[in-house]
């Protein structure tokens, strides 16, 4: 059982937007701003998406954005696109440098 | 530009050892946060350890006292020495740059197949 908990699928069909939440506890998401989102595609390694809660790296569309509110972490993606059909993980530092991930979420696009 | 390539992985029986290297490309490894993170077969993906600049080490609790984490710095390479292998160990072991708190960088991962 994964220390962040993630819907195991979402689904949304092209140019909607689509939320991801993840729920940890206040010994990670809300206590550290260090939230990050993971894509991974099958049998590609993990990318990253969005750090720091809220930020996205160079490369990275703006369609993905990340906030969080207490303990609840979240991903948006809107304007879905084909390419966005992939499993998503959030990932939480959770003190004393180290790190929980979520479970995973498949998101489909319809 | 920055590449990890993983290797090492293979089958062993439940018990037995493996070492798992990184070999670096583009950055100096022993300058930065370096870590592992495995991902069990159709599973979701687990921190294992982390190393940073000054070789603090850190382990998830699932391999505290089993696994080591260490780097050749000469050769740029990340290691990972698994001892007292379990069957729950079985995984994609990949390694990956830590950047404030993100796993920015990951190789390809290679395959720990622990089974009699």
């Known amino acids: 059982q994964s220390a962040l908990t993630q819907p195991r699928s979402v689904s949304g069909s092209p140019g909607q937007s689509v939320t991801i939440s993840c729920t940890g506890t206040s010994s990670d998401v809300a206590n550290y701003n260090y939230v990050s989102w993971y894509q991974q595609h099958p049998g590609k390694a993990p990318k990253v998406m969005i750090y720091d809660v809220n930020k996205r790296p160079s490369g990275v569309p703006d369609r993905f954005s990340g906030s969080k509110s207490g303990n609840t972490a979240s991903l948006t993606i809107s304007g879905l696109q084909a390419e966005d059909e992939a499993e998503y993980y959030c990932c939480s530092y959770a003190g004393r440098y180290t790190f929980e991930f979520g479970g995973g979420t498949k998101l489909t696009v319809l | 530009e920055v590449q990890l390539v993983e290797s090492g992985g293979g089958l062993v029986q439940p018990g037995e050892s493996l070492r798992l290297s990184c070999a670096a490309s583009?950055?100096?490894?022993?300058?930065?946060?370096m870590s592992w993170v495995r991902q069990a077969p159709g599973k979701g993906l687990e921190w294992v350890s982390l190393i940073y600049s000054g070789d603090k080490i850190y382990y998830a609790d699932s391999v505290k006292g089993r696994f080591t984490i260490s780097r050749d710095s000469p050769k740029n390479t990340l290691h990972l020495q698994m001892n007292s292998l379990r069957a729950e160990d079985t995984a994609v072991y990949y390694c990956?740059?830590?950047?404030?708190?993100?796993?920015?960088?990951w190789g390809q991962g290679t395959l720990v197949t622990v089974s009699s």
């Open positions: 583009g950055f100096i490894a022993s300058s930065n946060y």
């Open positions: 990956a740059t830590i950047q404030t708190g993100r796993f920015d960088d």
